[in-house]
C-alpha cells in the first residue's frame, strides 16, 4: 500500500507538484490525469526518489521511506516504468529481463518468472535475443511492463503506458495491468493523458492541472458527481 | 570581506593606480639587482604565457594539456629566424607568434565536431608531437643539444638598429608589452566577442539562436590564445638565449595551467598574482622545487572542486564584460529616463518597419530513425499575430519549432520565411534572418549579469572585428553604446532594470527567464519563438509576460509559443493549432479548441470518458 | 621483406598493449563518459611497486598480484576523490584537470620517495634472449607473450561483459543510468568497479611494457596512455574490438615508420594519425557517433 501526503516537487523554481495526497491500495489501481506539464511524472518520479521532494511523506506499507534513495526504494519493492518507454536499448529482451529479475526482490526464481513472462507475452519469447531499441512501440511497451512486474514488486508505478502505441495494444497492456493487480495484489499507481482507457480499469482517481490536484476520490464519485464530462475542462 | 574586495578592485582597476605602478616599475628597473630584474623577467613571460589560457580555458572554456608547444613555436619560430636571417625581435617574434597563431587555428578545425574532451586529447598529442619535432630536427632546432646563440640582452648579443640592448631594456619592452596585451585582452573580453567566447562554453544552442558562429568562435579563441603564447615564447627565447626541448616537455604546460587555475580561471588580476608568486616560490623555496611536482599535483587535483574561484576570487570582485564607462553611462540614461518619467513601454527599435514577418511550412516530415515525429504537417503562422502550439506529450511541438529555427533540418518538406525558402538554414543563420527562440529551460551565462546575459543578443547587430575590440577603436564604443541603450529600453520593457547589474545565478526562476527573452529580443526579431515560457512562473509573473507579449504584438513581431498552461493562454493567442502524433488536428481560436471533439479525444482516449 | 615482417609482428604485440589500455580506459568511459588523463602513473606505480618488491626478495607472482592490488585501490580513490567531486562542481571539463593532476600527483610521491631514477624491471616471462621461430623469423618470446597476454584479458573482459549478469548490468549502466538506479542496480559499486579494472588493466600493460623496456621510472607511463587514447579513437570510443583493432594499426603503423623513417617518429606519427582521425572521422572505424555533437 502506498499513502502519500501533502507531497511538493520542484525543479529548482518551477513547482512541479504542489501538496499533492492519494495514494495506491493492494491489488487496487489509482489513475493519476492530466494534460502534459500537469506534474504526473514528477510526482511519480518523486516516489520512486528520482527527483527529491520538498515537502510531504511517503509510506510504503506504513514505513517511511521519505529519507530513502532510489536505489534504497527499488530494493524495498518500488518498480517504476518510466515515461518515454525507457529501456536498455543495446542489451537483448532476456538480458533486460534477467537484470530487471536479478536486482528486484527475487522472490520467484529466474527460470519460473521467465517463462510467466513468456508465456503472457509470446512474441517477446520470440525476440529474446534481439536487442531491445529493435522492437516494435509495442512490443517494447511489453517488455517493460514485464521488466517492472518480473521483479516482484510491491507497488507499481506506471507513467504513461500507452503513449504512442495503437488501441489494440493499449488495450492489450491494459488487460495486463489489470490481471497483474488482481493476480498479485501489488499496489499500483498508473498516470495517463488519456483518461478513458486509465478510468476502465482504475478504482481511484486524481486528476493534476498545473501540479494541483483538482479532482481527488474514487472513480465512483466521479460519475456519481457528473464530472465525468468536466475532465476536458481539467484538462484544457 | 566584500568591502576588502571592492577596495582591491578598485585598485587594481583603477587607471591612476595602474599608470603609478606602471611609472614606478619602468623607471625603478635600473635599481634592481641583476638576478631580480631577470626573475622578474621571467614572471612577466609567464603572465604573458597564461593570458594565453586566459582566453582559450578561462573564456572559451577549452582545455589545453599541450599548451607548451604554442609557446615552443613562439620561442623556437623567433630564435630561428633571427639566427638564420639576422632580423632583430621587433619582427621575428610577431613573425613567429602569428605561426604559434596559423597552427593553433588549424588545430581547432575540428573544433566545431566534436566533444571537447577530445579536444583535449589532441592538445595532449600535439604537445607530445612538437617535443619530438623539436628533439629530433636537429637541423633546424639544434636537437636534444639546444638552440644556442639567440641573441639575448643577458649575454649581451642582443642588437637592434645598433642599439646594445641591456637587460633593463629588454625587461622594460618585454613590460611594455605584457601590459599592452594585458589592455589588449581586457578590451577583448569586455567586447561582443569576448562574451559570445564565454556563451559557446555554457550553451552552443543558446549561441546558435541569437546568429553567435559557433566554429567561428571556437577557432578566434585558439588562434588568439596561440597568438598569445607565441609572444611569451619569443620574449622567453630572447631571454634565455639558450633553447632545450625539454623546456618544452609537458611539465611546462602543466605548470601554465596551475598558474591559470590558482590564479582563477578568468581572473587576469589574480592570473598576476599567480604568475609572480610561482615564477618567484622556487627561487627562493628550495623546499618547493623539491616538492614541485606534489604540489602541482595537488593544485590541480582539487582546486577547481574546492577552490574553483581561484585568488582572483578570493581578493577580487568578479570580473565585468561590459566596458566600466560605458555600463556607467547607460546605467545614468536608464536613471535619467526613470527620473524623467520618459520610460518607453515599447521599444521603438523592435518595431517592425516594413511588413510582418509570417512563416509558412509545408509538407514537413520529420523522421527520427524509425519514428516519424512530423508527418507531413503544413501551416500558416500568420504574420504579426501570436500563436499558440499545443499538444500532447509526442506530438512534435518541439520537433516543429527546432526546424523552424533551423536547429535541424527537415527529412522532407520546405519552410518558407516571408515566402523565402529557408529550408536548409542553419540555427545562426535563420537567427540572422529574423528568426529568434528561448528555450525550455533558460540556457544562460551563469556569472553573467542580467545585462551582459542581453547583450549577447546583439552580437550580431555588431559588426565590429576582435583586432578593433582589442585596441578599443571608436567604432566599437559607437556600437557598444547603441547596443546598451536598445538593451535599456529592453530592461524596461521587462521590467528588470532593478536587476540589470546582479548575477543571473544569484536570480530568482523568473527573472531568469525574463533575461533569455530579452536576449532573444535584442537580437531584434522579425519571428520570436518561445518554449514554454510561461513554465515554472508565478501567476504574477505570467501576467506580466503576457503583457510584454502584447506589445511585442503591437511592435509587429510576429510570436509563436508552444505551451501547455491553457490558462496563459487564455485571451492572449489569435489561434491555436493543435498537434497530436505528428499531425494537425486543429486550427482555430481557444474556445473552438476547448470544445472541438477531436481535441478532447486526443487529450483524452475515445469520447467513451464523457458518457462515463 | 625479413625486416618489414618483423617490424609487422613487434608492432602487433606493442599495439596489442595499447589495445588493452584502451579497453581500459573505454571501461570508464561507459560508466561515467570520463577518462582518467593520469592513468600513465597509474601503469607506473604497478610496475615500479612490482619492480621494487621483487628487488626485496618477493617472487615475481607476488610482487605482480602486489603491485595489481594497489592500483586497483588507486582506482577506487581516483574515482573517489577526484572524478566523482569533479563532475559535481568541476564543470564539464573539470574532471580532466582533476584525474591529470592526480597521476602527477602520484608521480611526485614516486618520485620523492624512490628517487627519479630508473629501476631494473625484473624478467617475468621469458628473457630477452628467448626467441621463437615463426615462418623463418626469430622473434622474441618476450613480445609474443605480451601479446597472448593482452588479447588474453581482453577477451576475458570481453566475456565477462557479455555473459554475467555483472558485464550486463555495466553495459546497462552505461547505457541509461537513470533508468540502472531505478531498476536498483548498485551503480555506484559499478562505477567504481570500472574504475577498479580501468586500473587493473592499465596496471597490467605497464608491467608488460616494463617487461619489453627492461626498466620503470616513474615518468613512465605517460606516452603509453597517450597511445592508448590513440587507439581508442581510432577504434571508436567504447568499442573493445575497435580498441583492439585500433591498438594494433597504431602499433604497426608506428613499429613501420620507426623503423623506416625515424625511431623517434614512432609515438610521433601516433598523434598525427589521432589530429587526423578526430578531423576527419571523430567516431573510429567502430564508434557509434556520440562523438559529433547533435
Known sequence: MLEITDLSVSYGAIKAVKNFSGGAKDGLITAILGANGAGKSSLLRAISGLNLLTSGSIKLDGIDITRLGAHERSRLGIAHAMEGRRLFRHLTVEENLRLAWRFGTRRVLLKPALDDVYARFPILAEKAKIHAGLLSGGQQQMMILSCATIRSPRVLLLDEPSLGLAPLITTQIYQFISDFAKNSNVAIMLSEQMAAIALKVSTDVCVLRQGTSVFSGSKQSLIEQGRAGDLSSMYL | MNAMRIFLTKLATHPLALLVLFVVVFFGAPYLRGATLQILSFALVSILFTQSINVLTGMAGQISLGHAAFFGIGAYGSAIIAKTFGLNLFLTIPVAAVVSSLIAYLLSYPAGRVKEVYLAMMTLGFGQIFLEVAREWTDLTGGVMGLSGVPSAGLGTLIILGHKFSTIDYFRVLLLITVCSMIFIRNFSQSRLGRSLFVMHYSELAAGSVGIARRQTKQLAYALSGLLAGISGGFYAHLVGYLGPESFAISRSIEVLVVAIVGGLWSSAGQVISAIFFTFLPEQLQLFAEYQFIAYGLILTFTLILFRQGIGGLLFLPPRFIRQAWLTTAVEQQRQATAANSKTNEPQFLKIQSVSADINVQAITMRFGGLVALNSVSLDIQAGHITALVGPNGSGKSTLVNIIAGVFPPTSGQVFLQGIDVTAQADVEMAKKGVVRTFQDPRLVPHFTVRENIMLGAHAMMHYTWLEAGLSMPRVRLQEAQALEQCNEILQLLDIEAVADQAVESLPYGYRRMTELGRALLARPKIILLDEPAAGLSDLEMTRLAEILVKLKHLGITVLLIEHHMDFLNGLVDEVVVLDSGSIIFKGDMLGMRQDPKVIAAYLGDDEVQHA | ?294
Not at chain 3, 631494473?120 to 626469430?138: A, H, K, M
Not at chain 3, 547505457?175 to 568497479?193: K, T
Not at chain 3, 587493473?200 to 627492461?214: D, F, H, N, P, Y
Not at chain 3, 573493445?240 to 603503423?253: E, Q, R
Request: hydrophobic content about 55%; proline content about 2%.
Open chain 3, 1 to 294: 621483406m625479413d625486416f618489414f615482417l618483423s617490424l609487422v609482428i613487434a608492432g602487433a604485440c606493442v599495439g596489442s598493449v595499447y589495445a588493452l589500455v584502451a579497453v581500459g580506459l573505454n571501461l570508464t568511459f561507459w560508466t561515467t563518459k570520463t577518462l582518467n588523463f593520469g592513468q600513465g602513473a597509474v601503469m607506473m606505480l604497478c610496475a615500479i611497486s612490482t619492480a621494487l618488491l621483487t628487488a626485496q626478495g618477493l617472487s615475481n607472482g607476488v610482487a605482480i598480484i602486489t603491485g595489481v592490488a594497489i592500483v586497483a585501490l588507486v582506482g577506487v580513490i581516483v574515482e573517489r576523490i577526484a572524478v566523482r567531486p569533479a563532475l559535481k562542481t568541476a564543470g564539464s571539463m573539470g574532471w580532466v584537470i582533476a584525474t591529470l593532476g592526480f597521476g602527477i600527483l602520484l608521480q611526485g610521491i614516486t618520485s620523492k620517495f624512490f628517487g627519479s631514477q630508473a629501476i631494473p624491471f625484473p624478467e617475468v616471462l621469458f628473457t630477452v634472449q628467448d626467441v621463437i621461430d615463426i615462418g623463418g623469423q626469430n622473434i622474441s618470446l618476450q613480445y609474443v607473450s605480451i601479446f597472448v597476454v593482452s588479447i588474453l584479458i581482453i577477451v576475458v573482459l570481453e566475456a565477462l561483459t557479455r555473459y554475467t549478469v555483472l558485464g550486463t548490468a555495466i553495459r546497462g549502466t552505461a547505457q541509461d543510468m537513470e533508468l540502472a538506479i531505478v531498476q536498483g542496480l548498485p551503480v555506484n559499486l559499478i562505477v567504481s568497479g570500472s574504475f577498479v579494472l580501468s586500473s587493473i588493466m592499465a596496471g597490467i600493460a605497464g608491467i608488460l611494457t616494463a617487461q619489453i623496456s627492461g626498466t620503470v621510472d616513474p615518468a613512465f607511463g605517460f606516452e603509453l596512455v597517450l597511445m592508448g587514447f590513440v587507439a581508442a579513437v581510432l577504434g571508436g570510443m567504447g568499442s573493445s574490438a575497435g580498441a583492439l583493432i585500433g591498438g594494433i594499426i597504431v602499433g604497426i603503423i608506428g613499429k613501420l615508420v620507426g623503423g623506416y623513417i625515424s625511431t623517434a617518429a614512432e609515438h610521433g606519427i601516433a598523434f598525427a594519425l589521432l589530429i587526423m582521425m578526430l578531423a576527419l572521422r571523430p567516431e573510429g572505424f567502430f564508434g557509434r557517433a556520440e562523438v559529433t555533437k547533435a
